[in-house]
C-alpha cells in the first residue's frame, strides 16, 4: 500500500482472483472503506469493458492464442477462417455477417525467442511492423485477427503476412502467406 | 447554564458549513441515525459503486451487482435510521458484511425487492448506475497504438477476466511476465486514454 492508498496493479490482481485468500479478504475491507481505491478499481473495469465491447465488435486488431479464438465462438462470434502454411496463399473475404475474421499462421517456431509480425502490401509496400508479438513455440501457430473496419475496406488486393525471428540484431523470415482479398459481393 | 447563554456561546461562534465530500463514512452514519435525509444520499452516492464492484466480482452479472446495490444500501439504511449499527466508526466493515449476508440469502426474489423499492423514498436506482462511459473511438485508437504483446494480454485479460496464470499457459509466458505486460499496456492506455500520448 502507498499512502494509504493500493497500487492499481494490486486492485486488477484482486479483480482477477490472483491474490491469497488472506490478502483479498484485507483487500476487499479495504475497497468497501476507501473511495479512491473503489473508484480507481471501477475505472479499470469501465475501461476492460470496453475493450471487451471493442473485440466483439472488431473494432481491434491483434494477435491472439487459438484458445482465445474457440472462447469468441462459444460466445456466438461468428467467426470467418483462414489457415494457412508457410509460403501459402489463399483467397480471401469478409461476409456481411462475420464478426471477424482470423488469420491461422502456421510456422516451426521453436528456438525463437522474439517474433515479428509484418503485415504489407504484396510488394512489399505500405508495411507495418509488430514486434515481439505473443507466439506459443509449441503449437506452432499465430492466431491474427485483423481490425474489421481495415478489412471491409479492402477492394481487390494482395496482401502479405511474414512472420520475423529476431534474435539481437539479426533476424530471419520464419514464414511468408499471401492473402488475395476480394470485397464478398465479387468473391465466388 | 441559562437558555440564553448557552444561545449566545453557540451564535458568537463562527458558522462552519462542512461540505459532503469532507466528511468521512462514520460522520454520514451517524447522521442519518439523526434523520439527516442528505446524508442518506450522500451515503448511497459513495457506498453504491463499492458494493456494485463487489458484486461484480462475486455474481459476475452487472444486472445483479445492480440488484446487490440495491438491497444492500436499503437494508443498511433501514438499520442506520435506527441506530441499529452499534459502530459507526466501522461502517465499512458493516457494509461488506451486508454485502455478504446479501450475495448469500437465497430467500431474495424480485417481488419483494420490487415491494421495498416503491415504498424507499431514496432514489437507489439512479446510484447503481456507472457514471461514464468510454470513448469507443479514443479507445479503440489508443489500443491500436499499443505494442502488439501489450494490446494482445489487455484484450486477453479483460474479455474474459482471465488471471495472468491462465494467460501465461496460452501465450507460452510466465505469469510474472504477464503480470508485468498488463501493467505497462494498462499505464500506456489510460495515458493515451487522458490524451497524454
Redesign the interface.
Known amino acids: 500500500m502507498i499512502n494509504g492508498k493500493h497500487p492499481t496493479a494490486d486492485l486488477l490482481a484482486c479483480w482477477l482472483g490472483e491474490l491469497d485468500e488472506n490478502a483479498a479478504a484485507l483487500l476487499e475491507e479495504h475497497l468497501f472503506g476507501c473511495a479512491d481505491c473503489s473508484a480507481e478499481l471501477e475505472e479499470i473495469l469501465r475501461i476492460g469493458d470496453a475493450i471487451r465491447g471493442q473485440m466483439r465488435n472488431g473494432g481491434v486488431g491483434t494477435v491472439v492464442s487459438a484458445a482465445f479464438v474457440r472462447r469468441l465462438q462459444a460466445d456466438g462470434l461468428r467467426i470467418r477462417a483462414y489457415t494457412l502454411r508457410p509460403g501459402e496463399s489463399v483467397h480471401c473475404t469478409v461476409a456481411p455477417e462475420d464478426d471477424l475474421v482470423i488469420s491461422y499462421l502456421h510456422a516451426s517456431l521453436e528456438g525463437v525467442r522474439q517474433l515479428d509480425l509484418v503485415f504489407a502490401d504484396a510488394d512489399g509496400g505500405s508495411p507495418h511492423r509488430s514486434a515481439h508479438i505473443p507466439f506459443d513455440a509449441a503449437a506452432g501457430v499465430v492466431a491474427v485477427v485483423p481490425p474489421m473496419a481495415l478489412l471491409r475496406s479492402l477492394g481487390h488486393a494482395r496482401k502479405r503476412m511474414q512472420l520475423l525471428a529476431v534474435a539481437h540484431d539479426a533476424e530471419r523470415l520464419v514464414a511468408e502467406y499471401t492473402f488475395d482479398h476480394a470485397p464478398y459481393n465479387t468473391w465466388a | 447554564m441559562t437558555l440564553s447563554i448557552l444561545a449566545r456561546d453557540i451564535y458568537a461562534r463562527p458558522v462552519r458549513y462542512v461540505a459532503e465530500e469532507e466528511q468521512d463514512?462514520a460522520s454520514l452514519a451517524r447522521r442519518i441515525a439523526a434523520s439527516d435525509t442528505a446524508a442518506e444520499a450522500e451515503f448511497c452516492r459513495?457506498?453504491a459503486?463499492?458494493i456494485?464492484?463487489?458484486g461484480?466480482?462475486w455474481l459476475r452479472s452487472d444486472a445483479a451487482a445492480a440488484d446487490l446495490v440495491q438491497d444492500v444500501l436499503i437494508s443498511a439504511l433501514q438499520k442506520l435510521r435506527v441506530g441499529a449499527v452499534r459502530d459507526p466508526e466501522r461502517?465499512?466493515?458493516f457494509?461488506?458484511s451486508t454485502?455478504r449476508q446479501m450475495m448469500v440469502d437465497s430467500r431474495r426474489n424480485a417481488g419483494r425487492r420490487d415491494r421495498i423499492l416503491n415504498a424507499f423514498p431514496v432514489d437507489l436506482v439512479s446510484v447503481a448506475e456507472?457514471e461514464?462511459?468510454?470513448a469507443?473511438e479514443r479507445?479503440?485508437h489508443c489500443?491500436?497504438a499499443l505494442?502488439?504483446?501489450e494490446?494482445?494480454?489487455?484484450?486477453?485479460?479483460?474479455?474474459?477476466?482471465?488471471?495472468?496464470?491462465a494467460l501465461g499457459k496460452?501465450?507460452?509466458?510466465n505469469?510474472g511476465h504477464v503480470?508485468v505486460i498488463?501493467?505497462r499496456g494498462?499505464e500506456h492506455?489510460?495515458s493515451c486514454?487522458e490524451g497524454s500520448q
Open positions: 463514512d459513495r457506498f459503486p463499492r456494485r464492484l463487489f461484480r466480482k461502517i465499512a466493515s457494509m461488506l454485502a456507472p461514464s462511459e468510454v469507443p479507445l479503440q489500443l491500436q505494442p502488439e504483446h494490446r494482445t494480454v489487455l484484450v486477453m485479460t479483460f474479455y474474459d477476466d482471465c488471471p495472468a496464470d496460452q501465450l507460452g509466458l505469469a503480470r498488463r501493467h494498462l492506455l489510460r486514454m
